[in-house]
């Protein structure tokens, strides 16, 4: 089946440090990979996608592109704020009949300043 | 343009209670998903609906949990005589079509926090 594994949190990094989330996936066929962000006491909010191999998907200074060959999506942003502090989820859609996404278990960021 | 959303925010129940949490999706977005977040977890898929249709239920617990999405109003999940293990935070989510290659991508509501006493 399909299955998304993420670094194990919680991550504490100080302001203007680099980041990276790994990310890696088990998926039949050619999934699409996401990345969503979670605020405290909110929902998730899509962050970047990236739909086929060799994709980079952006916004907002982050960055994960599809790496087929290592099946990873690891999320990467060069100087993080004191506003990025919070619990991002890989996930994935593998289509072929399935309708949902499936989620990593979260990486909580935190950012000091 | 109005996001996905869902009511009510919090909601506590008590043993043996039903609790019913409402999803209207975002504008011209007919296709909704229900996910729910354990402490310390991922969401986890439970049922994917169109309007009055329920297309993949295989995520849904085989007893006491129901969903419909009625051709007026929201979608509805619905928990009867919960338990302690129900809570949980409830996402829905909305397309405007089922997600492909290069396709569409599914928008979250800001969930309901249910809380069983």
């Known amino acids: 089946g399909n299955s998304v594994t993420q670094m194990e949190g919680p991550v504490t990094l100080s302001e203007e440090a680099f980041l990276t989330i790994n990310c890696t996936y088990t998926?039949?066929?050619?999934?699409?990979l996401f990345w969503y962000v979670q605020y405290p006491g909110e929902g998730l909010q899509l962050l970047l996608k990236?739909?086929?191999?060799?994709d980079k998907g952006s916004n907002k200074g982050f960055e994960a592109t599809y790496r087929k060959e290592t099946t990873s999506f690891h999320l990467e942003k060069g100087s993080v704020q004191v506003s990025d502090s919070a619990v991002y989820f890989c996930a994935l859609y593998s289509g072929a009949g399935s309708y949902q996404l499936t989620f990593g278990k979260g990486t909580k960021l935190s950012v000091i300043p | 343009n109005a996001g996905v959303m869902q009511n009510p925010r919090h909601l506590v129940r008590r043993r043996g209670q039903e609790a019913r949490l409402r999803c209207s999706p975002m504008k011209g977005h007919s296709h909704v998903y229900w996910y729910r977040q354990l402490p310390e977890e991922g969401l986890k898929f439970m049922v994917y609906l169109q309007k009055e249709n329920i297309i993949d239920e295989s995520g849904m617990p085989k007893e006491r949990f129901s969903a419909e999405f009625p051709k007026e109003g929201p979608s509805i999940l619905r928990i009867q005589q919960v338990v302690r293990g129900d809570s949980a935070a409830y996402f829905c989510a909305s397309s405007k079509r089922v997600i492909g290659r290069g396709g569409d991508t599914q928008y979250f509501g800001p969930g309901t926090r249910l809380l069983v006493l």
């Open positions: 990236a739909t086929k191999a060799d």
């Open positions: 998926a039949t066929g050619y999934p699409s």
